[in-house]
Structures are given as C-alpha cells and as structure tokens.
C-alpha cells in the first residue's frame, strides 16, 4: 500500500514566520503535489513536482515555494505566513510509470496562521 | 474560471437510495474523469474513473455515467449506506502523457440518513 506521510497533522504559526510543511512517500513515485483545501473551494493546486530538484508552479502558487533535494521527499515553504494561508493543506503523489496513474493523498495537515 | 462544475453543492440521501452527483466540464480536450471520496480526517482516494471512449463504468454500487456531447458526467450510487457518507471530488485531466495533472471540483458532501 501507498503511504504519503505528511509530518504535522495540526499546525499553528504566527504572521510572517516562515513555515515548512513536510511530506514524504514510501513507493518511488516520480510525482509529487501540494494542494490546499478550503471549504466552498475545492482542491486547488499550488506545485507540483515530476522529478528531483523540479518544481512547476500550479493554479495557486503566490505565496509558496517547494523543495525536492530527494525524490520521496517534497516540502511546501511559506516564505512569511499570512492568515490568508490558514488552510488544510495535502500532498499526494503519483506514478509517471502509465498514463493517468491515480493520486494518493496524505491525511493532511491543518495550519492556522494567527 | 472554473473548469470543472459539480452539482448539487451538498446531498442527503436516505440509507438504500439512489445517491446522484453531477459533474459539467468545460475543456473538451479533457479526456479522463475520475472521482474521488474523502472521509473527515483523511486525504482523499480514488473512487472510480472513466474515459471518454465508453458512455459508462460500473463498480459494485458505484457507476459514471458519461455523456460527451453534453459535457456532463455523473456518479451513481446505488442501495447508498451510511458508510458512503463522505466528500466526493470529480475532476479532469488531458492524456497529453504520463504526467498529466488534474483538475478538482469543488467537492460535494454526502450524508446517507439511516
């Protein structure tokens, strides 16, 4: 089974502090996802990922940097959080090995900017 | 704008009917439709997903129905039980490769009333 561990599952930080967000994943997926989810809103996506050390920004990235220094590992940086990012955010990954392979999501964490 | 239209906004449904979700997209060079379910506390799984070459998919009590020239798909769950109570997520994405990215509704909450 696919496991995406995201590190914090709540999390509260003050205005501007710069917050990283950890996720990682145990099946050798090359790609890698940040989405925020907010009610009323959906799923939308900040960044993604297709291998090491490659980022692409995706529908909401102002805000949000990423890293990925290794390919189960890709974090989101806030670079000074403002309460306007209190959000859940997920990550998922995903296998480029077949087409539209399907999206395995972490449980999530919830960050509170105050 | 948003590409991928979900209705009703939410749904309840007493335990042995028909729950129906509907899904409008806008890009007819989306050509993969998956949904996915979400329970509270948990990132959300794939569910089911159907491509545009078939006009409907069946798994156990959940089947999409499709309809190309209308740009509508739909989810169907049959004799619905308490357990499917959940956020469900249609989207959409183009087969341009092996790193195709999706694109969310804003999700539907389903509560099954036993």
């Known amino acids: 089974d696919v496991k995406v561990t995201q590190s914090s599952r709540y999390l509260v930080k003050r205005t501007g502090e710069k917050v990283f967000l950890e996720c990682v994943q145990d099946?050798?997926?090359?790609?890698m996802f940040w989405y925020r989810q907010d009610p009323g809103l959906g799923l939308r996506l900040i960044y993604f990922?297709?291998?090491?050390?490659?980022?692409e920004k995706g529908d909401i990235p102002e805000g949000y940097s990423v890293s990925r220094e290794k390919k189960e590992r890709f974090s989101l940086i806030l670079e000074s959080a403002s309460t306007n990012q209190t959000s859940m955010y997920l990550c998922?990954?995903?296998?480029?090995?077949?087409?539209?392979?399907?999206?395995?999501f972490g449980n999530g964490t919830r960050l509170t900017v105050t | 704008q948003q590409q991928v239209k979900q209705s009703p906004q939410s749904l309840i449904v007493q335990k042995g009917g028909i729950s129906i979700i509907n899904c409008a997209y806008e890009?007819?060079?989306?050509?993969?439709f998956p949904w996915y379910q979400q329970f509270p506390g948990k990132g959300p799984a794939l569910l089911i997903a159907?491509?545009?070459?078939?006009s409907e998919k069946k798994e156990g009590r959940f089947t999409i129905s499709f309809n190309k020239s209308a740009k509508q798909f739909s989810l169907h769950i049959m004799d619905s039980q308490p357990g499917d109570s959940a956020t469900y997520f249609c989207?959409?994405?183009?087969?341009?490769?092996?790193?195709?990215?999706?694109?969310f509704g804003k999700g539907i909450t389903l509560s099954v009333r036993p």
């Open positions: 989207a959409a994405s183009m087969l341009t490769g092996a790193n195709s990215k999706l694109t």
């Open positions: 998922a990954s995903s296998s480029s090995r077949g087409y539209n392979s399907p999206l395995h």
């Open positions: 159907i491509r545009p070459d078939v």
């Open positions: 099946m050798d997926h090359e790609n």
């Open positions: 890009n007819t060079a989306f050509d993969y």
């Open positions: 990922s297709y291998d090491v050390k490659m980022k």
